[in-house]
């Protein structure tokens, strides 16, 4: 219990001796994660996973995250997002890609989507909250104005904001997304484990913050143009675009090579992907890579 209760002090005095804490939040929280096709995350996933009585060995460990918004689509009056959420070990090992609808509640004045995201259901209560487990929220709210300037490329003060309870913690850039997060809940099982997301990249809007840990779309042709496909998701048949001739092949995410056709230099060429199981697949074409969901 001595980590849980170092965590209650520690915010405890950031609730008493923060000077704004009690501040109400007056930003549109559709900027705490910014949905825009193109946006781009990428983190450092840190868990900590100590040897324990039940757990003989240190299991922790550092995953990368790329989190990238595919293409918006509406439904009813709600613009929903589809977000690539790839995940790799430090030394490049493939985890998982899964592909998230993520959107703006409007309801719930909050952005709802996966991992991270989903800590943002917490913005339109942050002084408490009736869901279930309250204690996941943010009673304590503050700002604080020095944040690794570096990251942003000035050497002025950066203005954040802090989202505090007595089991986790999240910092966000208004405009750019969630900076930082993380925290543990040591009564909620037998190890005293925790888990911490660091932003290392970002860029929004089409300008960069921070560097590169997580590359996964091959480098750009010569002017520029990457291998192109629409739609994107696809329910059926796809056009695909090059800047050369040769074979596109598709894969799916075990790597398996699934279909392959021949493209003409500069041409277009389809793709029947309605008899592939849902899912997410790549495309390859002279050293460039896409990324396409089949629903």
């Known amino acids: 219990m001595q980590s849980r209760t170092l965590l209650a002090v520690a915010l405890t005095c950031f609730l008493v001796y923060s000077g ?52 918006s689509y509406n ?10 959420l790839r995940v790799q070990k430090e030394d490049g090992t493939p985890v998982s890609v899964d592909v998230y609808k993520v959107w703006y509640d409007s309801a719930e004045a909050s952005v709802r989507g996966p991992s991270i995201i989903s800590w943002l259901r917490c913005l339109d209560a942050p002084y408490g909250t009736s869901d279930p487990t309250p204690s996941e929220c943010w009673p ?10 570096d ?40 190890f005293d484990d925790s888990e911490y997301w660091t932003l290392k990249y970002a860029n929004i809007g089409g300008r960069s913050y921070g ?19 629409y739609p994107n998701p696809i329910s059926g048949t796809a056009t695909i675009e090059t800047e050369g001739k040769g074979q596109v092949e598709v894969f799916d995410i075990l790597g398996r090579k699934r279909a392959s056709v021949e493209s003409e230099a500069g041409g277009k060429v389809q793709l029947d992907f309605g008899e592939f199981p849902a899912g997410l697949y790549v495309l390859r074409h002279a050293g460039q890579f896409r990324a396409v969901v089949v629903r």
Request: charged share 25%.
């Open 75 to 84: 439904e009813g009056d709600t613009t929903f997002y589809d977000l690539l």
């Open 140 to 149: 304590f709210v503050g700002r604080d104005e020095v944040y690794d300037p």
């Open 20 to 71: 704004r804490a009690q501040d109400p939040d007056t930003l549109d929280p559709r900027g705490y994660f910014p949905l825009e096709v193109g946006n781009t995350w990428e983190y450092a996933h840190d868990l900590y996973r100590p040897v324990t009585v039940d757990r003989p060995q240190d299991e922790s460990e550092t995953l990368l995250e790329r989190h990238h918004i595919l293409r």
């Open 211 to 229: 560097a590169v840990i997580l590359a996964v779309d091959g480098p750009p042709t010569s002017d520029g143009r990457q291998l192109a496909v």
């Open 151 to 190: 990251f942003f490329g000035t050497e002025a003060t950066v203005e954040v904001k802090t989202f505090s309870s007595f089991v986790y913690g999240m910092t966000v850039k208004h405009g750019i997304g969630v900076l930082s997060a993380g925290g543990g809940c040591e009564p909620c099982s037998p």
